[in-house]
């Protein structure tokens, strides 16, 4: 019986609802309905009533949530205290795969930094590729990849909150006075897109078309430089906005419409143990977690 079975059991009574708790945990809903069965098959119990729209518990659940929430409360505190006053160094290297740093990631690293000061935290932006291939040969600890993430080789937890797509365009253009952007918006304008095959299959699907339909003037591996083109006047990037902020005075963001959303993980390899600073990292950003 694993510790993260009863999280996943734990959230589900808390929420009444297997939907609501997936979302919560940040995990699909047939991954919780697939460990909740294999907990009930573990245990030769019946836990829940079923065909009801919103979670019950037969009588030996409701024994079990009790029991299981007092094995979480005790193990939240045991970690704790093994924890406290446990002075850990060390350097953890993240690399940020062509995209904004995460309000969560800082969070979390302001929690660590504060509370193990001699812990050092180095962040790296590069491409994609190059981020894979320093996770697997162990010179990152961590990395920070957009959803969907290629997780094969990885743990992986997705962070709370998304970010929004949108065209950057020149503060003087036409574009700039639109409140949204729309495919037929981008039918004629010069497009600057993405190097990241991720996110040109996520367009290309809002699109609903391929993106060589478009007229594609340029292409870009991080925001800087996207900005940097467009207000150069080379043309319209799609940007990847996390606080519907600008870079520069002279450019604006439009968000898409249909809305496109994006969310992030953070992955660590899943061939070598973390190192003591790592594992600290990690649990703060869970705590960061469950907090938003």
């Known amino acids: 019986m694993e510790l993260r079975v009863l999280r996943y059991f734990s959230m589900v009574v808390q929420e009444r609802n297997i939907s609501r708790a997936?979302?919560?945990?940040?995990?699909?809903?047939?991954?919780?309905?697939?460990?909740l069965k294999e907990l009930e098959d573990e245990l030769s119990i019946t836990l829940f009533k079923r065909g009801s729209r919103n979670i019950q518990l037969t009588p030996p659940g409701e024994y079990f949530a009790q029991q299981v929430q007092h094995i979480l409360d005790l193990m939240d505190k045991l970690v704790v205290n093994l924890h406290e006053g446990q002075p850990v160094s060390g350097r953890i290297l993240i690399g940020i795969g062509e995209l904004e740093l995460t309000q969560s990631i800082a969070e979390a690293i302001n929690r660590l930094t504060s509370r193990q000061p001699d812990i050092q935290i180095d962040l790296f932006s590069t491409t994609d590729e190059d981020l894979h291939n320093k996770?697997?040969?162990?010179?990152?600890?961590?990395?920070?990849m957009l959803n969907p993430a290629d997780t094969q080789n990885y743990n992986a937890v997705e962070l709370p909150g998304d970010t929004t797509w949108g065209i950057l365009a020149p503060q003087n253009s036409l574009l700039a006075t639109h409140r949204v952007v729309t495919p037929d918006d981008l039918t004629q304008l010069p497009l600057i897109t993405a190097q990241q095959n991720v996110i040109n299959t996520q367009f290309s699907q809002w699109l609903k078309k391929p993106l060589t339909t478009l007229n594609q003037v340029a292409t870009y591996n991080f925001h800087q430089n996207a900005a940097r083109l467009v207000s150069a006047g080379i043309g319209y990037a799609l940007y990847l906005n996390s606080h519907s902020e600008v870079p520069q005075s002279d450019l604006a963001f439009i968000p898409l419409m249909p809305e496109l959303t994006s969310t992030t993980s953070l992955v660590w390899s899943n061939e070598r143990p973390p190192s003591a600073a790592a594992k600290f990292l990690i649990d703060h950003v869970y705590q960061c977690q469950s907090r938003h």
């Open 135 to 144: 996770l697997q040969s162990g010179l990152f600890d961590f990395g920070i």
């Open 22 to 35: 997936a979302k919560k945990l940040h995990v699909s809903q047939p991954t919780i309905s697939k460990q």
